[in-house]
């Protein structure tokens, strides 16, 4: 996720903006497993979200298939339990996936406006 | 490096015993297994490791010293080993009881504000509450295990060659380090030695890591005093970086780059190219570091922010860069040499001034030093590449081994049985070494500099969550 901010991937060319506040963003990104610990500030995360809004899981962790599914704290994936409408497979996805879900979050959202 | 020093004790003797393991030596880890608890130190002379039977109460060693504050809650609160006077009642991770209380200070004209978990940017998650008197910070609170999967659980009771993948994902930004402290705990138990080509690579790949994690440490330090080149140019080497890993080991995070028995399958098939990779990153690294420290008004944002002092960071058994920065000179690498390390000594380097501003320059340096080992490790492989990893197969018993990452020393801790399955695993990565003392680094600090002392840090949450 921080390449995308490096001059390689500079999603900001393509319009992104990384923004300090839920109630900001049109698109939500979601890491890892969804921990017991998390799921509150994450639930409250999207609910602040301006709508339409799009969750994009990024990475296996969040789409529940990572090497710590089914620990004992982990449950799901982040995306799983949040009702990711995109998914960026990979342990770690490259910059270029990641940039590649975003720019289809960007598609579904003017689908839905 | 040698076993460790093994002494056992009766739970009554053990804060002697600590005490005068403390005269020469560094805190790494405690720890406790189903009979004992240990209690682990780095020397001049190795590793110490003082057991004291976990059936009784143990006194908690946490109130006179400090370092061992957060190994003796999770002792408690993971193990359910029960210690005397502990000065910390609250539990260190957060449980079906939701999030612990922070430590909070109060008085006239005392202000508390909670940043986390979800941050302004692109960061793991914590919960920090800041007590603060005007600009000044005069407490600083993290709360942190928000990532805590229950990976130690997790892993317990599986084939321990066959938990390698899941231990090398445990953090990504100190996987090698992990891993390679991994390989030789079960090497160790399987009487397997790793060939000495495997040993060079295994340097290449140690220090890659060390490479593009101390990029983005001088990156995300740039941004934090709010010099957008020095962040945008940082983040532009550490991509080159991260081409380089995938090109060596098959992976951008060098995850299973080291496995047990030896390297990952294929690395290292085109020795030279990566030899001549990073000689042009190492030129460009240099000239990027060089105007990161040559700038007078970061540099000024830098000096006396963020002030680590000596004895606190001793009394907090800090690691790493961090450590080195404020007067300290242990690294693993050097003072407990392992794989070729003993061949290929690095350069230690010690600033005494602990603010941002030397942590900035110790790992510059540890920059150009990381760079000098890739050299020196490919040319003595000279374009031989490393063979498939040897069949490794543990005999029942236990290892401790610490490994120095990018943050400092990462130890594992673990117990194998019979049948070749983990009983037991300990993490206890440099970022859950150094964590309380970057709390303590914030104190007399401006809030807005927060992120930038504790991006001088730069530490993981994951590892240190477990």
């Known amino acids: 996720m921080n390449a995308l901010a490096g001059p390689d991937y500079d999603t900001t060319n393509a319009g992104f903006s990384i923004v300090a506040s839920p109630r900001h963003a049109d698109v939500i990104t979601v890491t890892g497993p969804m921990t017991l610990a998390m799921r509150g500030a994450a639930a409250a995360t999207i609910a602040a979200a301006a709508r339409p809004c799009v969750v994009v899981a990024v990475g296996d962790c969040a789409t529940g298939e990572g090497p710590w599914s089914g620990a004992p704290l982990a449950g799901s994936g982040a995306g799983v339990e949040l009702a990711a409408a995109v998914t960026v497979r990979g342990c770690p996805p490259t910059p270029a996936a990641i940039a590649a879900g975003l720019a289809e979050a960007a598609r579904r959202l003017g689908e839905s406006a | ?44 002379d190795g590793l110490l490791d003082i057991g004291a039977a976990r059936d009784d109460v143990i006194p908690a060693l946490a109130g006179t010293h400090p370092a061992f504050a957060w190994d003796e809650r999770e002792m408690r609160d993971a193990h359910g ?44 998650p ?13 407490h600083l609170d993290a709360q942190l295990s928000y990532s805590r999967r229950g990976v130690e659980a ?75 080149y020095g962040q945008t140019h940082g983040l532009g080497l550490k991509e080159r970086a991260h081409a380089l890993c995938a090109a060596a080991f098959g992976h951008r995070l060098l995850f299973d780059a080291i496995v047990p028995g030896g390297v990952a399958v294929g690395a290292l098939r085109d020795a030279r190219a990566t030899r001549e990779g990073t000689a042009r990153l190492r030129a460009d690294a240099a000239a990027y570091a060089a105007t990161l420290l040559g700038n007078i008004s970061v540099q000024r944002r830098f000096e006396g922010a963020g002030v680590l002092l000596a004895e ?38 010690s600033e005494s001034a602990g603010d941002v501003a030397a942590r900035v320059r110790v790992k510059a340096a540890e920059l150009e030093a990381a760079f000098d080992l890739v050299d020196r490790a490919l040319a003595a492989l000279d374009a031989a590449a490393p063979p498939p ?31 070749g399955a983990l009983e037991r695993i300990t993490v206890r990565s440099a970022s859950f070494r150094n964590w309380p003392a970057v709390v303590r680094s914030m104190e007399g600090n401006i809030v807005p500099d927060f992120p930038l002392v504790n991006k001088s840090f730069n530490l993981c949450y994951a590892c240190a969550d477990g």
């Open chain 2, 1 to 44: 490096m040698r076993p460790p020093v093994a002494t056992r004790v009766g739970a009554a003797a053990l804060p002697a015993a600590v005490a005068v393991a403390l005269r020469e030596h560094d805190p790494l880890a405690a720890y406790a297994t189903a009979t004992d608890v240990h209690y682990l130190f780095a020397g001049a």
């Open chain 2, 154 to 228: 997790f892993l317990a009771g599986r084939n321990a060659v066959a938990a390698a993948p899941r231990v090398a994902r445990i953090c990504a930004a100190c996987s090698v380090a992990r891993s390679w402290s991994y390989a030789r705990a079960l090497e160790s138990l399987a009487g397997v030695a790793c060939d000495g080509a495997s040993e060079y690579g295994r340097i290449v790949a140690a220090e890659l890591e060390r490479i593009y994690n101390h990029l983005f440490d001088l990156a995300q330090a740039a941004a934090g005093a709010g010099y957008g």
């Open chain 2, 312 to 349: 606190t960071a001793r009394a907090f058994g800090v690691v790493g860069p961090g450590r080195r920065a404020s007067g300290g000179t242990f690294d693993v690498r050097a003072a407990l040499p392992y794989g070729a390390y003993a061949e290929l000594v690095p350069a230690v380097t």
């Open chain 2, 81 to 124: 080993v029960r210690f005397a006077n502990a000065p910390d009642d609250r539990p260190l991770f957060i449980g079906a009881a939701g999030e612990p209380p922070a430590l909070t200070a109060e008085g006239e004209g005392v202000t508390v504000v909670v940043v986390g978990p979800v941050h302004a940017g692109i960061i793991e």
């Open chain 2, 126 to 138: 914590g919960r920090f509450t800041i007590s603060t008197g005007g600009e000044t910070v005069i």
């Open chain 2, 389 to 419: 990893p040897q069949r490794v197969e543990p005999a029942a018993g236990a290892a401790v081994r610490v490994t120095e990452g990018p943050r400092g020393a990462e130890t594992l801790a673990l117990g194998v049985d019979a049948t």
